[in-house]
């Protein structure tokens, strides 16, 4: 770099021969000289900032560039997660309480039709036709040449139908991926599971929803992918409730009637071990409810053991006997007066047949006796009555955890006097479920607890809160024995199982209002063994009808008792209870309290 | 000094930049066969389910039913019933097999007679 001098000699020697002062000159140049530095630094300066300033706008550029990416691209699991194929195990399995599978998964294919894609709609047609022949050609072909774009054609096809389609080979016939339900039992335990069908469909996945039963019910916990690898357990017991079904078909073909439904139940856990409603369906091929007709019970959806809410009449007794005895009204052996008619106002009662002017408690229930229930229910009072039926869950819908469940809202007197509480005491007045009824005999069975009917698998007993003393439990179960050893449920001995238990004959109610006269609802509510309760089993028959001894019989003690006897001696012995005998009654001693 | 700092920093650059390549691709590797052996545990899952629902499908309550009955004559099965219940002091066992005599040594009266003659 050449250096302008401060001092250039020849500028100072004109300057003092001018006289001038050459050190202006000097000062001159210095000033000149931090000027070019001034200039040259700022220069600099500029420049760093200027590379500051692209610097930043590259970086910020990126980070923009990238925010621009993540915001447009398709969002994606990250690589390195946990391992696990997203598509199986959509929705949890059901298993039975030995684990055993009631419903799982089953990967499928829907067939879909791109139509601006098909090169030969008639030919595609024509071959579809022939692989589903429910297809209707006229109408698919006119869809496939319209002006629609895209359509379903099934929703689920097996793989020799996949290979079929695809062997057509035309570019618009196109698969998509599903993920279907599959009951491999068939219909067994139809009416618990209830059914799946598809929700929201792509052409990649589809949602599988539940559409009623235990699948509706637990919808949101079994479709929580958190669940996928935890099944959910139920009470029942697959082997106890394939041959419950079987007998109870049996038993319906035989008494000739138009349906029937069963409830086991343990009495201290509350946990259904089977519920049988007949006729059944195939939840895999869910029938479509009824759109039409008076009578929802016609339809094989309509669960009976939950939501056929009818008068299950005599069954009834025994709780109005429980009472009397829990408030010390009477004992088993105190004498009632049974002088019939039993008039009230304009209404009379009147038994089935006339057992004499006066019985004790016991007897009232062996024989059955409306005039001395309701004499029974005259004592306790139409309060009491509605409230002890409240403690044992007759008065509003059952917890049991099925959807239909909520259906079956007991039919109440609007105004409970004293004639209701009467027609009540021996079921008649009101009207409830089957399953309503297993709870209220697991009551008297367990010594006097509530339990709630449970579809889940449970641990331990459930130890309710208390409806009535053990020692009113223990009494009234004594009779429930005595009904079948000696009383009108004399066909439901079955040796080596002390069955104790009420039969219940109603008429059924006219849809009109009234009641038929050839048409009735026969019950059996049993426990078993009765000395140690351990399960109840109601068996209702619903119109049931059969000749024995020349005659037409409908009462319960000729068609529901029986079928349930059957029942007992083909269930108890696959509940693991061997048979016993019974521990003989201890005359002359007698507990006084406890 | 100075030189020497800068051609180790340089090499230590290249150094750093060689392990970064290698490190990249070796991820990638892995993160190859963790897909693939993601995708081999899905399908395995499927499989799974697939034979889960055929052995529930094969063990429905209907078809051994029915296999119960086809083969009854070989065997012989009955539904479950209280009388088929027993006691364990009921059960024959199969009878022991007599003791096998592989190498029998003759015992002899005559000699304990002569012993006990000789001890008198």
Avoid at chain 1, 35 to 64: H, I, N, P, T
Wanted: neutral net charge.
């Amino acid at each position: 770099m050449i250096r302008k001098p401060l001092r250039p000699l020849a500028r100072v020697l004109d300057a003092r021969s001018k006289g001038e002062n050459p050190d202006a000159i000097e000062k001159e140049n210095i000033r000149q000289r931090h000027d070019d530095m001034q200039v040259k630094s700022r220069q600099r300066a500029e420049g760093r900032l200027l590379v500051l300033g692209v610097f930043f706008l590259c970086a910020y550029a990126a980070v923009a560039g990238r925010m621009g990416v993540m915001a447009t691209s398709e969002p994606r699991e990250p690589v390195a997660s946990i391992a696990g194929s997203s598509i199986a195990m959509q929705r949890a399995d059901i298993v039975d309480r030995q684990g055993r599978i009631l419903a799982t998964n089953f990967e499928t294919h829907s067939l879909y039709v791109q139509t601006q894609q098909l090169i030969d709609p008639q030919n595609a047609v024509d071959r579809l036709v022939e692989i589903f022949p429910d297809l209707d050609h006229a109408e698919l072909l006119a869809k496939f040449t319209g002006a629609r774009k895209f359509l379903w054609i099934k929703k689920k096809i097996s793989p020799e139908q996949k290979q079929a389609v695809h062997d057509i080979g035309d570019p618009g016939l196109l698969f998509g991926p599903r993920e279907m339900r599959l009951y491999p039992n068939g219909s067994v335990a139809a009416h618990v599971l209830g059914g799946a069908s598809f929700g929201k469909e792509g052409v990649s996945a589809a949602e599988v929803i539940g559409v009623a039963g235990v699948e509706k019910q637990f919808d949101d916990y079994l479709r929580d992918p958190a669940n996928g690898s935890k099944p959910l357990a139920l009470s029942l017991d697959l082997t106890v409730q394939a041959a419950a079904e079987r007998v109870l078909d049996g038993g319906m073909k035989l008494m000739n009637a138009k349906g029937a439904t069963s409830i086991l139940m343990d009495v201290h856990t509350g946990e259904v071990i089977s519920v049988v409603s007949l006729p059944d369906f195939d939840p895999n091929e869910r029938p479509a409810p009824p759109t039409s007709g008076f009578d929802p019970s016609v339809s094989p959806l309509f669960n009976r053991a939950v939501q056929g809410v009818y008068e299950l009449g005599s069954t009834f007794k025994i709780f109005t006997a429980a009472q009397a005895m829990d408030l010390g009204l009477v004992t088993p052996d105190t004498i009632i007066d049974t002088r019939g008619p039993l008039r009230w106002g304009k209404f009379s009662i009147k038994d089935y047949r006339n057992y004499g002017n006066e019985m004790s408690v016991t007897k009232i229930i062996v024989k059955s006796s409306n005039i001395g229930t309701a004499r029974l229910a005259q004592q306790i009072g139409a309060e009491r009555q509605r409230d002890f039926l409240g403690e044992l869950g007759m008065l509003e819908e059952t917890p049991f955890e099925i959807v239909e469940a909520q259906g079956g809202k007991p039919l109440l007197p609007a105004n409970w006097s004293e004639l209701s509480a009467m027609t009540i005491s021996y079921g008649h007045g009101i009207s409830t479920t089957p399953m309503h009824l297993a709870a209220g005999y697991a009551a008297v069975a367990n010594g006097g607890r509530y339990v709630s009917p449970t579809i889940l698998k449970q641990d331990g007993p459930q130890l309710g809160r208390r409806i009535m003393s053990e020692h009113s439990a223990e009494a009234a179960r004594s009779m429930l024995r005595h009904v079948v050893t000696e009383g009108t449920a004399s066909f439901a001995r079955v040796p080596g199982y002390q069955v104790g238990g009420k039969t219940g004959t109603a008429d059924k109610p006219r849809p009109l209002g009234g009641y038929y006269e050839d048409k009735v609802i026969a019950t059996f509510a049993s426990i078993f063994p009765a000395h140690d309760p351990k399960y109840v089993l109601v068996v209702t028959l619903d119109e049931p009808s059969v000749s024995a001894h020349g005659e037409e019989r409908r009462t319960a003690g000729w068609t529901a008792v029986p079928v349930a006897a059957e029942m007992i001696g083909r269930l108890a012995p696959l509940l693991g209870l061997r048979p016993q005998v019974e521990p003989a009654e201890v005359t002359g001693i007698t507990l006084t309290s406890n | 000094m100075k030189s020497l700092l800068y051609a180790i920093t340089a090499l230590a650059v290249f150094g750093l930049a060689f392990w970064a390549y290698r490190e990249n691709y070796a991820t990638q590797q892995v993160l190859k066969e963790t897909r693939a052996l993601q995708r081999e545990i899905g399908a395995a899952q499927v499989r799974i389910s697939v034979l889960r629902a055929e052995w529930a499908y094969l063990n429905r309550p209907d078809r051994l039913l029915e296999l119960a009955e086809l083969n009854f004559e070989r065997l012989g099965l009955l539904p479950l019933r209280p009388d088929q219940f027993g006691r364990v002091d009921e059960v024959t066992y199969p009878v022991q097999p007599a003791l096998q005599i592989s190498e029998g040594v003759d015992v002899s009266g005559l000699n304990a007679r002569r012993t006990e003659e000789a001890s008198q």
